[in-house]
């Protein structure tokens, strides 16, 4: 589903007309030429900022399994979500350079632990969507894919008994358990995965259970941007806000148990 | 609390040897100068990414209430994330130019509705977070204040009643009820107001609500880092993972209600 198709369902945030901010924009761009004191930006920066606001970006085809096993390994040194963006911009610098260069990768380190700890969005889901919105762009620049593309890996998260990836070289000899989420908070799946195992937060088969989910989720956004990149990426990504009158993820009882609130919704 | 004091709380993941990652991001900083198939990458390159990855950035002071206003407005061409980080990193633009020149401000519009409109970390925090986090630096790069600072204006959302910001030049002229949130998700924040209110997330009062939250993230955002810049900021984060033996908010019952299940803790 485009966004743009969404006014009647009243979901508001995510329904931007898409050719106004394409002018919006394009406005901003030429307009930074101009600082408010009415002085130019150096050359320099005014290339800069039009090569990151330029959409999309070159990308080539990167090995999914290299690049997971360099997000297993980046998980013991940035964590879950700079893990799974160093692992794909680290590649990219080397084989694209600019503007893959100019972003920060640890910066992404507060990711971790459902940003700083609180248990909210797993960060190896937070760190694909700002892969595939960087890359692709946000949607006011002419595709939707690259947000879709984020809430298809979210689903498939949820779906899928994690880890999928195995190392080639494992930090640790125990065999991991697979658990499946439900939900794309680390919260959820951190506390599932721990209950089924019995392991405790600071174990190092929970530490290696999520360096290797980090190291799935990084397997999995190279390969459909890989899909992308020729050409044959049909989205399974869908806005959930939609479909339920709130902002929300699909499987409402899962939380809420048999006492869902209803959302108050729009006459139609 | 330090992060690196936690080895003990179990915690792993929030518990980096600081000095090692210092060396670490150093030395990836100077590798980078050679690609993997053995050549330099152009100096312009190089300096653009020692410029993104040398923390913490230039910062000069920021107006709260016009960042607020800034906020509010933004929010209506690319909603709550992107609209604190745009409200900050614009004006960081024109008085200081690169590095935040470098960053593509909206290509975060994905954090709206909680990340694609699945209802996870609201947007307006998860903004606040990145515009912390880049400007004061990852804990890897010497301080802690980035994180800290995120979380304690996650904490601060959670607790207070939002928006708090009254726009100068309001779209609607309806009033806008506040109501307090206990979480940091937008799932619940929208949640709690609509149930408030009755108003359904289409209606020109939620979504205008939403703006207002977005600009009063923004306004306290400007406020912590005024502090910092003046050597005047003590953070009141936490990492609520060191204290519940897995990574969430803190007040589980919240969620869970009277059943609140206990995580296997480590031996002592």
């Known amino acids: 589903m485009k966004s743009h198709e969404m006014k009647d369902e009243g979901q508001g945030d995510l329904n931007v007309p898409r050719r106004n901010l394409l002018v919006g924009a394009g406005a901003l761009a030429a307009g930074m ?3 408010k004191a009415g002085g130019l930006l150096g050359t320099a920066q005014a290339k800069a900022q039009a090569i990151t606001e330029t959409w999309p970006w070159p990308y080539v085809k990167l090995d999914p399994d290299e690049t997971a096993e360099l997000a297993y390994n980046e998980w013991y040194r ?3 979500g700079a893990g799974v963006f160093s692992s794909i911009f680290s590649q990219l610098r080397e084989k ?3 503007p893959y260069t100019l972003i920060p990768i ?3 380190i507060f990711l971790e632990g459902g940003m700083v700890g609180w248990g909210t969005i797993c960060g190896s889901n937070a760190g694909a969507n700002l ?3 960087m890359i692709i762009g946000p949607r006011t620049a002419g595709s939707d894919d690259g947000m879709l593309m984020g ?3 979210m689903q498939w998260y949820s779906d899928t008994q994690l880890p999928t990836y195995k190392p080639k070289n494992p930090r640790i000899s125990a065999e991991i358990p697979t658990t499946i989420s439900n939900s794309p908070l680390c919260h959820v799946s951190v506390g599932r995965w721990m209950k089924a195992t019995g392991k405790h937060l600071g174990s190092d088969e929970r530490r290696d259970r999520c360096a290797r989910v980090t190291a799935s989720v990084a397997h999995q956004t190279v390969t459909l941007l890989n899909q992308w990149h020729d050409g044959k990426y049909r989205t399974k990504g869908t806005i959930p806000a939609a479909s339920y009158g709130i902002q929300t993820q699909h499987n409402c009882t899962s ?3 048999s006492n869902v609130p209803m959302p108050p919704m729009a006459k139609r």
Chains 1, 2 share one sequence.
């Open 33 to 35: 030429l101009l600082t």
């Open 78 to 80: 940035v964590y879950c």
């Open 96 to 98: 694209v350079g600019e």
């Open 106 to 108: 640890d910066a992404f």
């Open 131 to 133: 892969v595939t919105n």
């Open 151 to 153: 809430s298809e890996i």
């Open 255 to 257: 939380c809420h148990g």
